[in-house]
């Protein structure tokens, strides 16, 4: 009995290790992307001279939420940068928009956040206020197309060793 038992149990682990190793393709998936051809979309070259501090409710990732305001406020063509300091758990997240002050207003851009994605993100507490001449140059200089994101190198997780799958299989037939 007992060693009906361990042989079934070594034919549910043998059987389970060939399933999840011949389960995984070794073979990449191949994602083919469409594009138009001729049709470039143009850089607008903004001029920031105005910085608004605005905190912003509804963001559940600084990915996709962060990705699609800055989207919208980019197409604009009045809004340089706009960094976020987003933390998880955090209700209200704040984020930092370098725009031209004389091609759109504060009011319209607190509009425009409360619109994207049917009405998904709340504006909170804000503030603007002028950009010195170092901080315009420096705006400039990025152009406008690297944001930055910061990452914790202490947050990282560690590595994950695996048993050896020769040694494992010889045990479980023994």
Do not use: W
Request: aromatic letters at 6%; charged letters at 25%.
């Amino acid at each position: 009995m007992i060693f009906q038992f361990k042989r079934m149990r070594s034919i549910l682990y043998v059987s389970a290790l060939t399933t999840l190793l011949f389960s995984c393709s070794s073979e990449p998936e191949v994602v083919h992307l469409r594009t138009v051809k001729g049709q470039k979309k143009e850089t607008v070259k903004v001029n920031a001279n105005r910085m608004l501090t605005v905190e912003i409710g509804g963001m559940s990732c600084e990915m996709a939420c962060g990705g699609s305001i800055r989207t919208n406020l980019k197409e604009t063509g009045a809004v340089d940068r706009v960094q976020f300091d987003f933390e998880d758990g955090r209700e209200i997240q704040t984020a930092f928009i370098s725009y031209d002050g004389k091609k759109i207003s504060d009011d319209e851009m607190l509009k425009l956040i409360q619109t994207i994605n049917e009405k998904q993100f709340t504006t909170h507490k804000h503030s603007s206020e002028a950009l010195t001449a170092s901080e315009e140059a420096n705006s400039s200089d990025k152009g406008g197309s690297n944001e930055t994101s910061k990452v914790d190198v202490s947050e990282v997780a560690p590595s994950i060793e695996l048993p050896n799958l020769f040694d494992l299989l010889k045990n479980l037939v023994q």
